[in-house]
């Protein structure tokens, strides 16, 4: 069941090797197409400049005419009801993200077009304000970073996260972070004047902290000792953070939850949550693409142990399941989590937001305050 399947159906649609820097060089075939062209090198099997170009695929931004930044989610599984998302796809690159497959709804693959084309909603300040002018909105928590990380790299150029953020701080509306960028302490000095009104609540997440694991896995992102470092700070002024270990990867690095709560404690992090690794859609071919080329002699004990976690599949979908797992093993994860939170005091709630001061924002379609604005 593992690397035992056949070579063609682990790396069809794929570009003659992974680019550079980038986490998958696959390009599974969009869903929603009826047709799909795949490439042929093997006439250029001996042009080196084309082969190397191939090497260093460029990062192009497009951008994004969406006419909201918030959505709403209704699944029962994600703690969180409405998100909002300034980038789409990301040049983190992880293997197992679960957010590839939104990509093909842009007709695009989830896999190198995911990490190469990044679509920026320019006008997300301006439709964050929008949104919480809204009469009808009445506060909730709004997660960034349900879907993509708002502070990939391409927030370094754009800074639209950071934006929104001062949007937040002016109308007093609760955020809650959740990224695997140390790009987060940047913006330290705004966080800590909304942590100071409880308005906010970071989550790093770390996935493992095996720098080359790291490298490999999530190519872009931050090493785990910046993100630690980032954590520390950030605690260090007052603001809430929390880690996410996820999502944990059968017999790749749930040996890792005790060093890590260990590590996340050290750091000042004052929780931490997990996930196990979900493969839905065509995420799966992309992650199993990745684990034959880095872990080929962990593979068949990696997917043995995913598959004991999902009632014997590479996937679950059902609800209730799909981010916790099943069975003997999952619960033996779960277990070990939760053993070393608690030894490590990062069971805590930790303080609640605050949503008495919340006040729309000024609008910027009038240049006016509201007129519900307590002035």
Not at 16 to 41: A, M, V
Not at 301 to 330: P, V, Y
Not at 356 to 371: A, C, I, T, V, Y
Request: one cysteine or more; charged letters at 25%.
């Amino acid at each position: 069941m593992g690397s035992s399947r056949s070579e063609k159906e682990h790396f069809a649609h794929c570009l003659p090797s992974t680019p550079k820097g980038r986490g998958s060089g696959l390009k599974p075939p969009n869903r929603f197409d009826r047709i799909h062209i795949e490439d042929d090198f093997e006439q250029l099997e001996f042009d080196e400049d084309f082969l190397k170009e191939l090497q260093s695929l460029p990062t192009e931004y497009l951008a994004d005419d969406s006419r909201t930044i918030v959505s709403e989610n209704a699944s029962p599984d994600i703690p969180f009801q409405f998100s909002a998302n300034p980038y789409r796809g990301c040049l983190h690159g992880c293997a197992y993200c679960y957010a590839r497959p939104y990509h093909e709804y842009l007709g695009l693959n989830a896999g190198i077009d995911f990490e190469t084309k990044i679509y920026v909603k320019y006008a997300a300040p301006r439709l964050f304000r929008e949104f919480l002018c809204h009469p009808k909105w009445k506060p909730e928590i709004i997660t960034f970073s349900g879907v993509t990380d708002c502070y990939q790299p391409a927030e370094r150029k754009f800074r639209l996260t950071q934006q929104c953020l001062e949007v937040a701080l002016e109308a007093r509306q609760p955020v809650s972070i959740i990224t695997k960028n140390a790009l987060v302490a940047r913006d330290l000095d705004l966080l800590r004047e909304m942590a100071a009104q409880r308005l906010i609540r970071v989550n790093i997440s770390i996935t493992t902290l095996d720098t080359v694991l790291a490298r490999t896995m999530e190519p872009r992102t931050s090493s785990p000792a910046a993100r630690l470092r980032a954590m520390e700070s950030l605690s260090a002024a007052g603001v809430p953070v929390h880690a996410m270990v996820a999502p944990i990867i059968p017999g790749l690095n749930d040996s890792e939850i005790p060093a890590i709560l260990q590590a996340v404690s050290a750091a000042g992090g004052h929780g931490a949550g997990m996930t196990v690794l979900r493969l839905p859609l065509s995420v799966l071919p992309v992650f199993r693409d990745w684990l034959a080329r880095t872990h080929p002699h962990l593979q068949d004990k990696i997917e043995s142990r995913i598959r004991a976690c999902r009632g014997g599949k590479l996937n679950s979908s059902t609800f209730g399941d799909r981010m916790r797992g099943e069975g003997e093993f999952a619960e033996q994860i779960r277990k070990t989590f939760q053993v070393f939170r608690k030894r490590h005091g990062l069971d805590q709630e930790g303080a609640a937001f605050d949503f008495s001061r919340f006040r729309p924002p000024r609008n910027g379609k009038k240049g006016q305050l509201s007129l519900f604005n307590d002035l």
